[in-house]
């Protein structure tokens, strides 16, 4: 709940699970578009705009004079009291002035093309009340990029259609499209716009629209330039009245041959169609309602009741809900991604699934087949590709040499979490040549195979373009301004290889070993066994650097990350993955390399990920050097590759340590720190900025990043330790010794397990006793029980 609409940077949420999508921020900001945030942008939002957050789903109320807005934007006149509340794919916007309440209710309904936006009117005084209301949205002209650029063109374009209390929004639906958006109110109104310069005048602002001010709607039609659409309405409240009205902001696609019912007269049937699901309030209840339901479903798989308070809100819910708005939306749109530019990384949904599979293991499958889809018969990949098409993205290439790894990943995890083994058996094509298949578990052959394939002098992996991180560009050495360090054309013949991919290799090869053998590919197994064990001597030899693990060799065979560097002579990654991998927990190197990090890469605000940070650009390195210090992919808190050093101090039983990292960057901590934190205290942010950039502290690119899906697969799996495994749960927490306990419900394979975990010696780890309904289990394994059963778990921490 949010109570001072001033937020350090604009707060969002994002409305929608299905198709048609908005992004909304604390002051009734953003936008929404159908599928795809470039081609089918429904409505017009400018971004980097000044002042910053300018357009979006506006209500206007004009009183006697008095002009002002329920979420205190656009007119920013001083409300009595504000409130928005975001939730579970809906937000509340709340204003009230003398007395006059507005609450506006935005939500995307399940199963519809549309947002609708509930507007409750209170009269809170003892006079009768009369006074205007007037809505506000800007079309887009579809593509957005278009949008922004064409003018030229588009401002001859676009054309409206009004009928009744409906707007409709036509543009080129007279030439190829089959589809058109319109924006309607439940009641007859006193006027209407559609012209953007005829509502607000050649000169103003969103603040202060000629036709608000004046009170008088232009009942403006639209020819080209920008079309919009507005109501008018004229409400009268009795003492103590209240009175709603619902506004639906809906798409639609029309028949090919059934686009028009008279020349220039667009086929209305199924917007009207549309339109009757909402007309009355009870039916507007029954949708939000279902809609609660549906995100309490989701949520109920995974609860924690523990004493911090912080920690169960961002577990319970918004951590969960951030993965599954990372899956909707990719990194697609939000208020650091245009939705205009990238496509859906292979690696970066091969991870975000690790925070979702457990809510929506169907979508998880599919999402699993569509990414090994597009993978090569090599084992390599497209580094991204079209959400739409489902096809490799050609612009962006491939040989990003970790890529392959995530498959095996989430594909673990997805089996993990359902038992559902058939999964590799499904014939899944290359490079989506449907001519070309092989089944799911040959796919992850492939990917094993494609790093042994590609080993460089030392023996370890080659890097190629870059591993996770994007920026570490090893073979580009590009002078060229402004040129893509992803993209360019890389330097033949290099040999820069990644210790990261190492440990990586060494941590799902093992995976799919035990895959191999479950499923009785024992040849494959003890060939691929061979292979991992050859990978650990050489990053026994090659890369460990006496105090930590180096990060990778270059172009030119000389080591990156190493205490012989002037600069980054530690990276964050390989320590992460090859303690994952289990790399030196039994000789003291993995303590000795955690203890690195804590001295080095540690700071107030997270884990930076390098150190010293680059001062100057340095060709051979690309990307990494072109960022100032303390930002993004130099030195800053990648909030993403946190969780790795987590899961390796969970591993060598250090629950204080774990826990401290989690609470640094857990985003219901950084509340009190907001104004410098300036992102949402309720969702993860991409980057913190690190303790050599210019404010230490400071957030940016909230929302859609790989952080929400490891953190949540590590306080849940790791640190709560309630991890799902081949045969059962596995149970393993890993706490602060302080703890006295917590309790669990997780749902699992149609069955729930009320887990109740004490400390009752004050350990860190180590389980003395687990009963199941009662009985006590030889070892940490709860099996898998009987579908729609609840069962007690008891889990006594000791030594
Ligand atoms: C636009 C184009 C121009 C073209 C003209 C007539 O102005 O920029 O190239 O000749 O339209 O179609
Ligand atoms: C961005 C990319 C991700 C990459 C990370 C580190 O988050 O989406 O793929 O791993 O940056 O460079």
Same mark, same amino acid.
């Given at each position: ?20 999508? $908005? ?21 017009? +939002? ?88 007037? $809505?506000?949205?800007? %079309? ?6 278009? /949008? ?38 439940? =009641?007859?109104?006193?006027?209407? /716009? ?105 949520? *109920? ?20 809900? =951030? ?14 991604? *245009? ?9 970066? #949904? ?27 018969? /090599?084992?390599?990949? +497209? ?14 290439? #491939? ?27 499904? =014939? ?6 449907? *001519? ?107 890369? %460990?650097?006496?105090? @930590? ?71 051979? +390195?690309?990307?990494?050097? #072109? ?33 401290? +990292? ?11 720190? $907001? ?27 909230? %929302? ?5 899906? @490891? ?26 010794? *302080? %703890? ?34 009662? #009985? ?24």
């Amino acid at each position: 709940m949010i109570t001072d609409p001033r937020t350090p940077y604009p707060w969002i949420n994002f409305l929608g699970c299905e198709e048609f999508f $908005s992004i909304l921020t604390n002051t009734a900001g953003g936008y929404s578009f159908y599928k795809d945030a470039r081609l089918r942008r429904i409505t017009r +939002y400018r971004y980097n705009n000044v002042p910053v957050d300018d357009g979006g789903k506006y209500f206007y109320i004009h009183e006697n004079g008095t002009v002002w807005s329920p979420g205190w934007k656009p007119v920013r006149r001083e409300l009595d009291r504000y409130e928005c509340r975001h939730g579970m794919g809906y937000s509340v916007i709340t204003g009230e002035l003398d007395q006059l309440e507005a609450e506006v209710l935005y939500m995307v309904p399940l199963g519809v093309h549309a947002e609708v936006q509930r507007v409750r009117l209170t009269n809170k005084s003892d006079r009768r009340r009369s006074f205007s209301l007037f $809505s506000f949205v800007e %079309w887009c002209l579809w593509d957005a990029l278009d /949008d922004a650029s064409n003018f030229q063109r588009n401002f001859s374009t676009g054309q409206v259609e009004i009928a009744g209390s409906t707007i409709y929004h036509k543009t080129e639906y007279r030439e190829r499209r089959d589809h058109y958006a319109f924006y309607t109110v439940n =009641q007859e109104v006193a006027g209407y /716009d559609s012209d953007r310069e005829a509502f607000l005048g050649m000169y103003n602002g969103f603040d202060a629209p000629d036709a608000v001010m004046e009170c008088r709607s232009r009942n403006s039609h639209a020819h080209g330039w920008s079309p919009i659409a507005s109501h008018h309405l004229r409400i009268e409240l009795d003492p103590g009245e209240e009175k709603s009205v619902v506004f639906l902001l809906g798409y639609v696609e029309v028949p090919a041959g059934e686009k028009f019912t008279a020349r220039q007269v667009i086929n209305k049937a199924p917007a009207e169609q549309l339109i009757k699901r909402f007309e009355d309030l009870g039916q507007v209840e029954a949708a939000f309602g279902e809609l609660g339901g549906f995100w309490d479903g989701l949520l *109920s798989v995974f609860q924690v009741e523990h004493p911090e308070k912080e920690l169960m809100r961002s577990v319970n819910s918004w951590n969960q809900y =951030q993965c599954m708005v990372t899956f909707n939306f990719s990194r697609s749109a939000s208020f650091f991604e *245009s939705g205009i530019g990238r496509g859906m990384g292979f690696r970066d #949904s091969n991870q975000d699934l690790i925070g979702f599979v457990h809510q929506v293991p169907e979508r998880a499958r599919e999402r699993i087949i569509d990414i090994a889809s597009t993978q090569f018969e /090599d084992g390599g990949a +497209y580094h991204q590709y079209q959400p739409l098409t489902k096809k490799g993205n050609d612009a962006v290439g #491939s040989n990003f040499n970790d890529d392959p790894l995530w498959l095996i990943l989430s594909t673990d995890e997805y089996i993990r979490e359902t038992g559902d083994w058939g999964i590799l058996d499904e =014939q899944v094509p290359f490079d989506n040549d449907e *001519s070309n298949k092989a089944s799911l578990f040959k796919h992850l052959g492939r990917s094993f195979q494609h790093v042994v394939n590609n080993l460089g002098p030392h023996g370890l992996p080659l890097i190629g373009r870059a591993d996770w991180n994007d920026c570490l560009n090893l073979n580009c050495f590009s002078e060229t301004p402004g040129e893509s360090f992803q993209t360019t054309e890389n330097r033949e013949g290099g040999v820069a290889e990644s210790v990261f991919i190492a440990g990586m290799f060494v941590l799902y090869g093992e995976v799919y070993v035990d895959i191999c053998r479950r499923i009785g590919e024992n040849r494959k197994a003890v060939e691929a066994a061979a292979h991992i064990a050859a990978m650990r001597e050489v990053i026994d030899k090659h890369g %460990w650097d006496g105090e @930590w693990f180096v990060r990778a060799y270059d172009h030119f065979g000389e080591k990156v990350g190493s205490n012989e560097c002037e600069e980054g002579k530690i990276f964050i990654e390989s320590q992460g993955f090859c303690i994952m991998a289990g790399i030196g927990i039994n000789d003291g190197r993995a303590r000795k390399a955690l203890d690195s990090v804590k001295e080095r890469l540690d700071c107030e605000f997270g884990i930076v990920l390098n150190n010293p940070a680059f001062t100057r650009y340095i060709v051979k +390195y690309g990307e990494i050097s #072109s960022y100032p210090e303390g930002y993004k992919e130099n030195a800053g808190i990648f909030c993403h590759n946190n969780p790795w050093i987590m899961i390796a101090e969970t591993l060598l039983g250090n629950g204080e340590a774990a826990w401290e +990292y989690f609470r640094k960057i857990c985003p219901p901590y950084l509340e009190e720190i $907001s104004d410098l934190h300036k992102t949402e205290p309720y969702v993860y942010a991409q980057m913190i900025a690190g303790k050599d950039a210019h404010k230490p502290g400071e957030a940016k690119n909230s %929302w859609l990043t790989g952080t929400a899906a @490891w953190n949540f697969y590590t306080i849940s799996q790791f640190i709560l330790g309630i991890r799902p495994h081949y045969d059962g749960l596995l149970i393993h927490p890993v706490i602060p010794a *302080s %703890w006295k306990g917590y309790k669990v419900t997780r749902k699992f394979r149609g069955a729930t397990y009320l887990i109740e975990v004490s400390n009752p010696d004050g350990v860190s780890s180590g389980v003395k006793e687990i009963l199941l309904n009662g #009985s006590r289990l030889q070892a940490n394994l709860v099996p898998v029980c009987d579908p729609g059963s609840t069962n007690t778990v008891e889990v006594i921490l000791g030594k």
